[in-house]
């Protein structure tokens, strides 16, 4: 299982500060992934949610046509008080 990057985006960085972390993943279901972000952090995984997005037609330039890859996110929750460094939010 491999997780491929972590989704750094407006609202991922605020469901981080619930202890929800999201990652893009490659194909792999909940067990797998819960294990995952536990060796690769040494955090303890409490819920594992999986979203898919599906591949979108785009227009770049107004005139050529492409299309967006389809990809898997895990949204992860972990136990209260533990956090995942790098996800801070800094003000």
């Known amino acids: 299982m491999r997780i491929l990057r972590p989704v750094i985006t407006e609202k991922t960085m605020n469901y981080a500060t619930q ?3 999201t990652f893009e993943v490659a194909e792999a279901n909940k067990p797998e992934i819960a294990k995952a972000i536990e060796k690769a952090f ?14 979108e037609n785009k227009l770049i330039k107004g005139r ?9 996110k895990a949204i992860v929750t972990i136990k209260k008080g533990q956090k995942i460094e790098g996800f801070e939010v800094k003000e």
Not at 64 to 72: E, G, N, Q, V
Request: glycine share 4%.
């Open 19 to 21: 202890g929800k972390y």
């Open 42 to 55: 040494k955090v303890e995984v409490t819920k594992v949610n999986i979203s898919i997005s599906k591949p």
């Open 64 to 72: 050529f046509k492409a299309t967006t890859k389809l990809w898997k």
